[in-house]
């Protein structure tokens, strides 16, 4: 199953403080953030040697039942040129609008929420969409379609597979299972394959559970691909 939606909802308390300092095997990680006209700069003091993937997540801070998030899983070559500069620039924020920023240091790949760092700020300059968008279910239920091609307020550089879709399901008041795919299209007919990934994971369940879907745009920045929630659909009752 996908491992993304593990840490899409797993941001901790949030820290009040624009330097967050955690223990990250015998090393400490750190970070700072701040305004730039690109955007928000994170800027890494230092990342543990022993670190082999950065997963970073932006979350608008609101009541707004449609919250949009950002988020950039980076690993590899992409780690190691983070590793030597110290700095992820982040676009994709709005200006005027509060953010919470978490940031894990994960070893060996392993989501470890002692390995989270929060802190909070709000953007002075940023990228966003510029036109209202909606995702519409087919009668069945059982697939979306996005309805319209997402506008931003700069050009943006999309990646090969332009948008991710993601479908939440809450099987309780506290537990939440989902599943993702990457599309190039504006529709998505969810079903049939989260049926399937349930089964190859041996996740089984049964029963009709509420459950939304969040469309994503993959844009490519400074060599890294972030992934910019553009819209939830109305929550529904999915049949598994």
């Not at 701040?34 to 003091?45: D, M, Q, R, S, Y």
Request: with cysteine; hydrophobic share 40%; charged share 20%.
């Amino acid at each position: 199953m996908n491992f993304i939606l593990g840490f899409l909802r797993k941001l901790i308390v949030t820290l009040v403080l624009v330097m967050a300092f955690i223990g990250c095997a015998s090393n400490k990680a750190v970070f700072q953030v701040k305004n730039a006209p690109e955007g928000i700069v994170l800027t890494f003091g230092h990342i543990p040697p022993e670190t082999t993937r950065l997963f970073i997540h932006l979350m608008e801070m609101g009541e707004s039942e449609n919250t949009i998030s950002v988020f950039a899983d980076i690993r590899g070559t992409l780690l190691d040129q983070v590793k030597k500069t110290g700095i992820v620039v982040c676009p994709f924020v709005q200006e005027g609008r509060n953010y919470n920023i978490g940031v894990s240091f994960d070893i060996l790949n392993k989501d470890d929420p002692e390995n989270w760092i929060n802190t909070e700020i709000t953007a002075d300059n940023g990228i966003h969409t510029l036109n209202e968008l909606a995702l519409e279910l087919n009668d069945s239920q059982t697939g979306v379609t996005l309805s319209a091609e997402p506008k931003f307020s700069n050009d943006v550089q999309f990646d090969t597979q332009r948008f991710r879709y993601i479908i939440t399901v809450k099987v309780d008041q506290y537990t939440s299972i989902g599943y993702s795919q990457l599309k190039d299209e504006l529709e998505w007919e969810f079903l049939s394959g989260m049926l399937d990934d349930y089964k190859k994971d041996n996740i089984n369940i049964s029963g009709d559970f509420a459950a939304y879907v969040t469309a994503c745009c993959n844009i490519n920045y400074d060599n890294i691909v972030w992934t910019v929630e553009v819209v939830n659909s109305k929550e529904f009752t999915v049949s598994l």
